[in-house]
């Protein structure tokens, strides 16, 4: 069983930044790829970015390339996202899950964060 807790959400204004962190419990958090994902109410969880097991690859939404940063330190059980030049339309909930492979796909990820809320104003 993994066990991942969301931290780092908050309340910024459009243009600013923001680290999401979410620290996962067990001790093979090394085994699996993870995920960021997001829902607005009223809206479906989309897919935000993933990263390998390693952390030597990573994939970006189309919605956040260029802005937001997916990464991982294995040593502490803790995989982040840096949010830079934030929008009004990222608000949302802010979840993080654990996969056994790197994917895009919300189907494939087994474990989830509680989330954490990330709200954007202009």
């Known amino acids: 069983q993994v066990q991942l807790v969301e931290s780092g959400g908050g309340l910024v204004q459009a243009g600013g930044s923001l680290r999401l962190s979410c620290a996962a419990s067990?001790?093979?958090?090394?085994?699996?790829?993870m995920g960021w994902f997001r829902q607005a109410p009223g809206k479906e969880r989309d897919f935000v970015a993933a990263?390998?097991?390693?952390?030597?690859?990573?994939y970006d939404a189309d919605s956040v390339k260029g802005r937001f940063t997916i990464s991982r330190d294995n040593a502490k059980n803790t995989v982040y996202l840096q949010m830079n030049s934030l929008k009004p339309e990222d608000t949302a909930g802010y979840y993080c899950?654990?996969?056994?492979?790197?994917?895009?796909?919300?189907?494939?990820?087994?474990?989830w964060g509680q989330g954490t809320q990330v709200t954007v104003s202009s």
């Open positions: 067990g001790r093979s958090f090394s085994s699996y790829a």
């Open positions: 990263i390998s097991l390693s952390g030597d690859n990573t």
């Open positions: 899950a654990a996969a056994r492979v790197m994917t895009v796909w919300k189907g494939m990820y087994n474990y």
